[in-house]
């Protein structure tokens, strides 16, 4: 039987790790930290890691809790320009950096992160006076 790369890097384990590093550098993000409640880090941790989880092969619970994930949609209410997935990717390919996955797992973990952080962008600024949503 073929482990899943969930199985294969430890489990709930790493992503719980995994999740919590990046939040402890979002917490302190001052660009970052506003679109994220006071009272909803927690919840957001969550919601990261059951996602995580779930696309790399792990338990359904997000899917369960949340539906369809429809990233696109559960972001647009957030002005996500290239700094800010800049600086998500930061936080997060940072965490990754700390659990020193084997290279295959953190190849893979790493390429899937940023291709989704480019396309939940939704604000592209064509000059410093002017934001233009995408379409």
Partial sequence: MTQTLYERVGGRATFERLVHLF?????GDDLLRPMYP???LP???D???MFLEQYWGGPTDYSQ???????RMRHQPF???PEARDRWLHHMLGALDQL???TEADEAIRDHLVRAAHSLVNIHTTDPGR???LL
């Fill in 43 to 45: 919840g957001a941790e």
């Fill in 79 to 81: 002005p996500i320009t």
């Fill in 38 to 40: 006071d009272d909803d």
């Fill in 100 to 102: 020193d996955l084997e």
């Fill in 131 to 133: 934001s233009l949503p």
């Fill in 23 to 27: 939040y402890v550098g979002v917490a």
């Fill in 65 to 71: 809790t949340r539906g369809h994930p429809r990233l």
């Fill in 47 to 49: 919601r990261l890691r």
